[in-house]
């Protein structure tokens, strides 16, 4: 019997993020289409011949995309919202990118988060009116693509069921209509599209259906057996796979997939699905496939083969040794692409890792050994079983003193003595501010040149008098924009900064650092998080001397910019040999040094960015109240050592914090700005509701994540909304998120029509 062996999802950016450039140039009208196909399809091929070359079985084809596979099944479905005025035909780059990215006349479509990870889909937005239709072939174009390179793949759909459970319901039916009723409208176009696949020579398909390890109720949950009931006949001659992960599957919802109908095969994620085993252990139907994701898709750590070894073998006896499968915990996309490029980690540190790469190469080592090939691979194993016992082991990971510190905050309260409207008070006698302030979240447009110095300076190329000068340059320009555009609380800009979280990393210990090791968030973006290896502590002041000399520039408040422990947690690749909160915990300690520090240099209001605190927030409700007192936790522990007077900012990313609005509450910042137009002004409601909210709060008046420019007007209508279910006291005029991704053409006229819409409103009140 050969190997069994499953890649459940590939990186689309490339090694050194070639889909990006290309995007952004084509984007700029740099490029023509036929380039980014060109460059698209190179990618493709590469990964399909490296899985192959690996000896992969089952090798996933359609989990490329040019933005995002959901906008794909979108597509897919036709389910065009009306806005973007499509025809009809198959779907092009026009309408793809103008629901990704908005265009000149129409905003994007709604961004969310995807699970609990980094990475964003476009949410669909359906009504009752949408008139599906079969709009986009790329799932049997890339099917066809990789038969004619000689490679037969499994094609990968977003399931039916997931689909509908991710979307949202279209302007003006959002109270009244179930979006699980489109069931049988979608389900005609994935027959077609199934059959198509079908007949081009597929023998396998991949139905992802993670929501299944959501908690759903039972009526979502016979939404998937009358769907994959309809869909029986269609599937049958085909291996079906329904691919779930991210976390346990609930024993309700594990006994509803393995009851339906037309389904062969199932994928589990046995990393974070740990009681997941005892469930196939206690039941498993006769005669189909597990697909046991074993290897993890989220993280850079080597797997423990022989631990992992043990586990398969212990499941071959259940499943039968022809129908188990070893995989990935889910789509790699979520993991940095190729270790072979970190040219600038050490032997040590590298023999403890592995990217989307090598993880292929241990699904394969793993199903070598389960076919009774493990001779012929003992030096894999006992190099890995080396490295494990040198990660346990090394001085690198561990510090006593920082253990013990961290140790010490477990169970105790930190909260600042004084309450928030007191705080309030006593800041504004210092800080003078008029009503409605204006401020920006943090960072501004990243120019090619800015980069330039940053990279030359990493490289030595340029001395660091030469850099500093640079960056001083560079925030006094930002400084005197905002004084010019008569911006209230200032930013420096983060001109120094590649990333929020990586910034950070780089200074503290414990921390490592990879030169390519990018994994996406949204479109073409992507961020490279840090590896935190070891115990946490930070050496000396971080951001300081930046943030001191911008105050110097000014006399307007100039706020220090700090990113928060649960988002440094959250954006970065964590340790596996501990609890989370133990890591968060370390950081906050380190944070807290920072907030003190910045405060003695007369910084008299610092931002902490919680920008991931709601993503970490676990799926499964059960463990959601422990994630947020922790993290609350860790927050407030960073601000607890400061004068009343100082005041303390925080930023949140996306929306959906209704649920969580008591743990934001509960972080006793002094003034918080969120994102927030992007989700049609969703927050407000929970304040609609009559949350009291005492604090300052500044929801972002326009979407950063577009290049359209809003009008004054648009922007007063935003804040007459707000002003209708908030106190005019404690609103604050923002943008959404940082500028960085922006352009100065773009910047510089909305914020002149933010700050011209908060005079006009002030003028008012
Ligand atoms: N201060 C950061 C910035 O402006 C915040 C970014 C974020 O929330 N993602 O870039
Ligand atoms: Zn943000």
């Not at 869909?231 to 779930?244: A, P, Q, W």
């Not at 241990?362 to 493990?374: D, H, Q, R, S």
């Not at 969580?660 to 509701?689: C, G, P, Q, Y």
Request: net charge negative; hydrophobic share 40%; aromatic share 8%.
């Amino acid at each position: 019997m050969g190997t069994q062996s499953h890649i459940a999802g590939y990186p689309r950016m490339g090694p050194k993020r070639e889909l990006k450039f290309a995007l952004e140039s084509f984007w700029d009208g740099k490029s023509s289409a036929e380039d980014l196909q060109k460059v698209s399809a190179d990618l493709r091929s590469s990964i399909w011949k490296q899985m192959s070359d690996a000896g992969t079985k089952y090798i996933p084809s359609n989990t490329f995309t040019y933005y995002d596979h959901v906008l794909d099944t979108t597509a897919m479905l036709g389910a065009v919202p009306p806005r973007y005025g499509w025809n009809g035909g198959e779907i092009g780059f026009d309408v793809f990118f103008s629901m990704a990215r908005g265009n000149a006349s129409v905003p994007a479509m709604e961004m969310t988060k995807w699970f609990d990870t980094n990475y964003h889909f476009i949410v669909p937005e359906l009504g009752p009116e949408v008139n599906f239709s079969y709009s986009s072939h790329k799932a049997i174009n890339e099917y066809k693509e990789a038969k004619a390179l000689g490679v037969d793949t499994v094609p990968v759909l977003v399931g039916p069921v997931s689909y509908l459970l991710l979307s949202k319901p279209a302007k003006g039916v959002e109270k009244t209509f179930s979006l699980l009723s489109l069931l049988d409208k979608i389900l005609p176009v994935y027959k077609e599209v199934i059959s198509e696949l079908k007949a081009a020579g597929a023998s396998w398909i991949q139905l992802d259906e993670p929501t299944l390890v959501m908690d759903l109720d039972s009526h979502k949950l016979k939404a998937f057996t009358e769907a994959y009931s309809e869909l029986e006949s269609t599937l049958s001659g085909l291996n079906v796979l329904v691919e779930t992960y991210f976390a346990d599957i609930p024993a309700e919802a594990f006994k509803t997939l393995t009851s339906l109908k037309g389904v062969t095969a199932y994928g589990l994620d046995l990393v974070r699905g740990t009681k997941t085993l005892d469930l196939v252990k206690a039941e498993f139907p006769k005669g189909k496939y597990l697909f046991a994701g074993v290897v993890d898709g989220r993280n850079i750590w080597a797997n423990d083969l022989s631990s992992s070894l043990s586990t398969l073998e212990s499941l071959e006896s259940i499943v039968g040794k022809d129908k188990l499968v070893v995989s990935t915990s889910c789509s790699l996309l979520h993991t940095a692409v190729d270790l072979v490029n970190e040219t600038k980690l050490d032997d040590e540190i590298k023999s403890w890792l592995a990217f989307a790469a090598q993880k292929v190469v241990e699904v394969n080592a793993l199903a070598k050994a389960l076919a009774g090939k493990k001779d012929e691979l003992q030096q894999f194993f006992s190099a890995n079983a080396a490295a494990q016992a040198s990660r346990k082991s090394s001085p690198r990971v561990n510090n006593e003193a920082v253990q013990k510190a961290a140790a010490g905050l477990k169970g105790s309260e930190h909260r600042r003595a004084t309450n928030v409207s007191a705080r309030l008070d006593a800041q504004q006698k210092k800080l003078n501010l008029p009503i409605l302030p204006t401020t920006t979240i943090g960072s501004f447009p990243q120019t090619v040149e800015l980069r330039r110095v940053r990279r030359e300076y990493k490289a030595k190329k340029i001395s660091e008098e030469e850099y500093i000068k640079a960056i001083k340059e560079e925030i006094k320009k930002v400084v005197e924009l905002q004084e010019e555009l008569d911006i209230d609380v200032l930013v420096h800009g983060e001109p120094e900064r590649n990333d929020m979280v990586e910034y950070f990393g780089e200074q503290l210990s414990g921390f490592a650092f990879t030169v390519n090791g990018w994994v996406q968030s949204y479109g073409s973006r992507c961020v490279k998080p840090p590896i935190i290896y070891g115990d946490v502590s930070r050496p000396k002041p971080m951001t300081v001397y930046w943030s001191s000399a911008a105050q110097s520039m000014t006399s307007r408040p100039m706020k220090g910019m700090l990113t928060g422990p649960v988002t440094i947690l959250n954006w970065s690749f964590v340790r596996n040999d501990q609890p989370r909160f133990e890591t968060c915990y370390q950081i906050a300690l380190a944070i807290k040094d920072e907030v003190e520090d910045l405060e003695k240099a007369g910084i008299n209001v610092i931002q902490i960015d919680e920008a991931a605190l709601r993503e970490g927030l676990p799926l499964r409700k059960s463990e959601q109240a422990f994630y947020l007192e922790w993290a609350v936790h860790s927050f407030r522990i960073t601000n607890i050592g400061v004068q009343d007077t100082t005041q303390i900012h925080t930023h949140m990313c996306y929306s959906n914090f209704n649920d969580i609005i008591h743990s934001i509450i509960d972080m006793d910042a002094d003034v918080i700005t969120i994102e927030n137009s992007r989700s049609d002004e969703k927050l407000l409601s929970v304040f609609r509701e009559g949350v009291k909210y005492g604090a300052g709060i500044g929801p972002g008046v326009y979407d950063i994540h577009s290049p359209r420019i809003p009008s004054t007007e648009e922007i007063a209508d935003r804040i007459n909304k707000m002003l209708a279910v908030l106190e005019k006291n404690i609103l604050w005029v923002n943008p959404d998120c940082g500028l960085k991704t922006r352009k100065y053409p773009e910047v510089k006229p909305a914020l002149q029509a933010m700050v011209a819409a908060a005079k006009a409103l002030r003028t008012q009140l």
